[in-house]
């Protein structure tokens, strides 16, 4: 798997696509997939490019898709749950957006113009794993290796839950045995299934733009299989529980 570019590391051509994205998403932050596609020659932009034109129709994709998977509620706090709250909407969006760029441009449309959704609170920081004390790290850990995702993928949630670390342990257990009878792969799979009907409706949206280099594009649709096949439809439902 490749590196990221944390936004407080970004060069400035990067920095200035991250900023179109919080405004996009109406998120104070950029999630995982687009800082690992900065890390790629002329991923970021190319994806940016791709998905931009769709923005206006992607609220009311990611509320359908919301809509569709019931899931149990997860006492975790309030910080906590509106933590979770902020990365479902990325979460969710992502998956409809990258979904649709996997698959591609199909037909052609204009949406309507709208307004960019409001933004969200901004959150504590972001830690860094190797900058937390020995046992946060092993228990962030911990709840990354649940999902086995190939890469050794940390998802950007459990890390940030470490502001809080008296939750990761509770949050293990109560995960564990939902990994351990498939309930998370279950869940998981409904969640592909309503993203998949949602991001066939915006293909016709999306714009064109030239392919990155061949290395890059082949490293990018690796990340897009594996962060669109795993690592966030797992996170939709364990957000969405989370933020219940």
């Given amino acids: 798997m490749t590196a990221e570019i944390r936004e407080a590391e970004?060069?400035?051509?990067?920095?200035?696509?991250?900023?179109?994205?919080?405004?996009?998403?109406?998120?104070?932050?950029?999630?995982?997939?687009?800082?690992?596609?900065?890390?790629?020659?002329?991923v970021l932009p190319w994806a940016w490019e791709s998905v931009a034109p769709a923005l206006p129709l992607?609220?009311?994709?990611?509320?359908?898709?919301?809509a569709s998977v019931q899931v149990p509620s997860l006492p975790v706090g309030v910080e906590a749950s509106r933590l979770a709250a902020l990365y479902n909407r990325g979460n969710l969006g992502n998956l409809i957006f990258l979904t649709a760029l996997m698959r591609g441009k199909e037909g052609h449309a204009v949406a309507a113009p709208a307004s960019p959704p409001g933004m969200l609170p901004e959150p504590p920081?972001?830690?860094?794993?190797?900058?937390?004390d020995e046992d946060t790290a092993r228990r962030v850990r911990a709840l990354a290796t649940l999902h086995g995702h190939e890469g050794g993928?940390?998802?950007?949630?459990?890390?940030?839950?470490?502001?809080?670390?008296?939750l990761l342990t509770p949050l293990y257990t109560a995960l564990s045995p939902m990994m351990?009878?498939?309930?998370?792969?279950?869940?998981?799979?409904?969640?592909?299934v309503a993203a998949s009907v949602?991001?066939?409706?915006?293909?016709?949206?999306l714009a064109a733009p030239p392919e990155p280099?061949?290395?890059?594009?082949?490293?990018?649709?690796?990340?897009?299989?594996?962060?669109?096949?795993?690592?966030?439809?797992?996170?939709?439902?364990?957000?969405?529980?989370?933020?219940?």
């Fill in 10 to 42: 970004a060069p400035p051509e990067v920095a200035a696509i991250y900023a179109r994205l919080r405004e996009g998403y109406g998120l104070p932050l950029v999630n995982l997939i687009w800082r690992r596609f900065a890390a790629l020659p002329g």
């Fill in 180 to 192: 351990a009878t498939g309930r998370i792969a279950a869940l998981r799979d409904g969640v592909l």
């Fill in 125 to 132: 920081p972001l830690p860094r794993l190797d900058a937390l």
């Fill in 213 to 244: 280099p061949v290395h890059a594009m082949a490293e990018a649709r690796e990340l897009l299989r594996v962060f669109t096949g795993r690592v966030i439809p797992e996170m939709v439902p364990i957000g969405l529980m989370m933020a219940r």
């Fill in 58 to 66: 992607l609220p009311a994709a990611r509320d359908r898709v919301a």
């Fill in 153 to 166: 993928v940390v998802p950007t949630l459990y890390l940030h839950l470490a502001n809080w670390p008296a």
């Fill in 198 to 205: 949602e991001a066939d409706r915006l293909r016709p949206y």
